[in-house]
Nanobody
Framework: QVRPVESGGGLVQAGGSLRLSCEVS????????IGWFRQQPGKEERDFVA?????????YYTESVKGRFTISKDTTKNMVHLEMNDLKPEDTAIYYC??????????????????WGQGTQVTVSS
């Protein structure tokens, strides 16, 4: 069992930056992938934003955030960060950190993520 906890959300103007953090506790040695997902207003589902392999170097980004968001990790502190730059109003969402124990090559599947944090709100004003 692993327990992600997010922090770092807030209100920012368009073009601004925010850094989200996810601290993971529990059986972190069993993790394969850590990812960020977001649930935008009016949507029922969480959409994939970015992920990285906990024990490797691969990173993945959804097209709309490439070049603006950067996902990184600090395995010594069991932390994952999402640096978000040039934020746009459409980035407004609740951001969730998820952990997957599934060792799958290539792009992760949302169904692999079985452990979730409580979410953190990001609001980008125009």
């Amino acid at each position: 069992q692993v327990r992600p906890v997010e922090s770092g959300g807030g209100l920012v103007q368009a073009g601004g930056s925010l850094r989200l953090s996810c601290e993971v506790s529990g059986r972190t040695f069993t993790m394969h992938t850590i990812g960020w997902f977001r649930q935008q207003p009016g949507k029922e589902e969480r959409d994939f934003v970015a992920s990285l392999n906990w024990r490797g170097s691969n990173t993945y980004y959804t097209e709309s955030v490439k070049g603006r968001f950067t996902i990184s990790k600090d395995t010594t502190k069991n932390m994952v960060h999402l640096e978000m730059n040039d934020l746009k109003p459409e980035d407004t969402a609740i951001y969730y950190c998820g952990a997957s124990l599934v060792a799958r090559p290539g792009w992760p599947r949302k169904t692999d993520f079985g452990w979730w944090g409580q979410g953190t709100q990001v609001t980008v004003s125009s």
